[in-house]
């Protein structure tokens, strides 16, 4: 009897770990962040439901994560820095960073589309180029905006 109690809690055990191990991939943490590579800063108007620990992306391949964000009162901008993954060195000066959405639930990462410059951006270094999140409800009232001042045929 005590054997089969045991053969129970060991499956219920590794069950737990395994919905613990789904959990982490799914909300993008990591048990051990990783410090190494090299931070870059981009500056948007509107960064939307973009988080800390979002990917950054480059060819839809992840090359890092977002590190942090911050406001600016000086510029009323949001300042994002992003962990660049050491391994990737080349990264145009004139690479044009953007906030895009993935997925049916909305999550939101930085995708850079790099530039054709010789000069590549080094360790703290500021994006030139970038574009704000797209938020669904400001192009709705633009939309409805546009349609109401268009007269009726």
């Known amino acids: ?11 219920l055990a590794a069950g737990l ?3 613990f191990f789904l959990a982490l991939q799914a909300t ?10 090299y931070t870059l ?8 439901s973009l988080r800390v620990r979002a990917p950054v992306t480059m060819a839809g391949v992840p090359i890092g994560r977002v590190t942090d964000i911050r406001f600016d009162p000086n510029t009323y901008e949001a300042v994002v820095e992003l962990r660049i993954d050491p391994e990737i060195r080349t ?9 895009y959405t993935a997925g049916l639930l909305g999550e939101q990462y930085v995708g850079l589309s790099p530039g054709a410059s010789d000069q590549y951006l080094q360790d703290g270094d500021s994006f030139a180029n970038t574009q704000s999140a ?9 939309f409805l905006f ?5 007269p009726l045929p």
């Open 1 to 11: 009897m005590p054997r089969i109690e045991i053969a129970v809690g060991a499956f």
């Open 17 to 19: 770990l395994a919905l």
């Open 28 to 37: 993008n943490l990591r048990l051990s962040g990783s410090t190494s590579g």
């Open 41 to 48: 800063i981009a500056r948007f108007e509107n960064i939307g």
């Open 91 to 99: 990264i145009p000066d004139d690479t044009f960073a953007s906030i």
């Open 134 to 142: 797209l938020i669904l409800e400001q192009m709705i009232g633009q």
């Open 146 to 150: 546009k349609s109401a001042e268009e």
